[in-house]
């Protein structure tokens, strides 16, 4: 008996011990009074962030050490989303009343506003490029139809594509500017996202249910991460009931003809989702962050903490997070 108690001893300390590649958030900054949505990681170095009390945030060594900049006029704006090319360019979004966006070429130093929309009820909630010069804004619905605005001058100049056709959403239906993540594109071709009363996926302009929560404004999904034209995961859930893990998460290998239901879903509602390798994901919400090493199937909840994006380096391996109280934090393994 000594001996096996010995042996326990011994062992144990080594058994609970988690690998050495285990992943974690390490937190780099916090404290503002900002809450940060937007999120662009140009390169592992090269990292902006956008949020509440028009604040945007600029870091040019990995995260280290951070530039901080109100813009001018913008004091009380909610930049949403931002999309940055290096270390001196960006775009960013400020989301309604009016819908601005606006572009620095000198790392933020001065601000061009290069799209303006007065429209009662403009509701502007994401924005994605395709490359530097080709990119796409979704807003909620206007006199019924889902709001989009191109571009094909890096941001200069915005409008809608002559052969654009309507998308047309339901009652109650609209996006989730909460990560700046409803939106991606994929060869040209741009896969969105809805929430509240009703929850579709749509591609080729073409609209379909997806077998998560939904049938409230605080329900639906939220962020779409897609891997190529067939393999997509969309996560969601409950705001108001951030730990539920109640249909808050779907994967599809064949385009969204046949959904699948995580075997371990992420552990509460979701804002964003993000592919870091081919089978590897992160995913991030007000209650907590979790990873998946097996396209989706399995999650696991390494922090804790409240986060609304996260995103990985265009140019790099690097993963940040960013969220409320002026929150950004790094994946280290």
Known sequence: MRTLFYLLAIC????????????KVQLLTSGTHSSFRGLSVVSDRVVWVSGSNGTIGRSVDGGTSWEWIIVPGYEKRDFRDIEAFDENTALIMAIAEPANILKTT???????????NTTPGMFLDAMEFMDPQHGIVIGDPIRG?????NTVDGGNSWGMRSSQRPIAADSGEACFASS?????????????ISGGLRS??????QGIVLPIIQGKESTGANSIAVQDKDHLIIVGGDFTH????????VLTHDAGRT???PATPPHGYRSCVEYFDKDKLITCGTSGVDISADGGMNW???????FHVCRMAKKGKSVFLAGGGGRVAKLTW
């Open 12 to 23: 144990l300390p080594f058994a609970i011990i988690p690998p050495a590649n285990a992943q």
């Open 106 to 116: 000198d790392g933020g130093k001065t601000w061009k506003q290069v799209y303006n």
């Open 145 to 149: 139809n889902f709001f989009i605005v």
């Open 180 to 192: 700046g993540t409803n939106i991606r594109v994929v060869k040209g071709n741009a896969y969105f």
């Open 200 to 205: 579709r996926l749509f591609k080729d302009d």
């Open 242 to 249: 951030d730990t539920s893990r109640e249909k808050n998460c």
């Open 259 to 261: 959904w699948i239901a």
């Open 300 to 306: 696991q909840l390494i922090d804790p903490g409240s």
